[in-house]
């Protein structure tokens, strides 16, 4: 691909791609947009081919929509090992996380893999506890931080010709909060951060308020980062 135009007429993945300005308000981590986009990937057995696509809330939670179309699909092969990536704009809801625990009971030959660019009514214990439960099953829960930018704007957005490294520079402050308050929710802490929700336009502010367990069992390093020692 070249970097003097945008994804390449020929490009399969072109008619599947997003617009820019959609993947800039949907993963900003200072928006706090209701609807859902997922962007995901899959690739099945050693095959080096991989399927690409986009998706977003209808009248049911974008994970389950996928859940329901994968399986659907003539090509899904229960028997063949599966890898899938998500990257989504928000993090499961405790409903979905169930949802998603069952679905992989149900095939034990696919592997999950989840980014998010924010965290979904993390102070909600359900849906803390499903992450954990996710986790559990063995998933794998990261924060989306620059190199997982990048890779969405190359892999999934229609980009405009020469801005191929352009991809928005989102303040790393908001992605090392959400990593904080994901080590919350994993080792089962309080939560420590709370999102002041501003008016349309307005900004949207965060508070932090950490305890001795926080400081106990947080990763020195995930505290130093997010500038709190």
Wanted: with cysteine; hydrophobic share 35%.
């Amino acid at each position: 691909m070249s970097s003097e135009t945008g994804p390449a007429v020929v490009d399969p993945t072109l008619r599947r791609r997003i617009e820019p300005q959609d993947f800039e308000v949907f993963f900003d981590p200072r928006e706090l947009r209701k609807e859902t986009c997922l962007l995901y990937e899959i690739s099945w057995g050693g095959r080096n081919s991989v399927w690409r696509h986009t998706s977003q809330n209808t009248n049911k939670h974008v994970e389950i929509n996928f859940m329901e179309k994968m399986t659907s699909e003539r090509y899904f092969s229960p028997s063949t090992r599966c890898s899938i990536t998500w990257f989504l704009s928000w993090s499961p809801c405790g409903g979905c996380s169930k949802a998603i625990i069952e679905f992989l009971s149900r095939h034990p030959n696919v592997t999950l893999f989840i980014y998010v660019a924010r965290l979904y009514h993390h102070t909600d214990e359900r849906n803390r506890q499903g992450l954990r439960d996710l986790k559990s099953r063995g998933v794998t829960i990261q924060i989306m931080t620059e190199p997982e930018y990048c890779y969405c704007w190359r892999n999934f957005v229609n980009y405009p010709p020469s801005n191929e490294v352009y991809w928005p520079r989102y303040p790393n402050l908001w992605m090392k909060l959400y990593i904080l308050e994901l080590y919350c929710i994993l080792l089962g802490l309080p939560p420590c951060l709370k999102i002041l929700r501003g008016h349309r336009h307005q900004l949207t502010f965060f508070t932090l308020t950490l305890q001795g367990c926080h400081y106990q069992r947080i990763p020195p390093y995930i505290l130093w980062a997010s500038g709190l020692i």
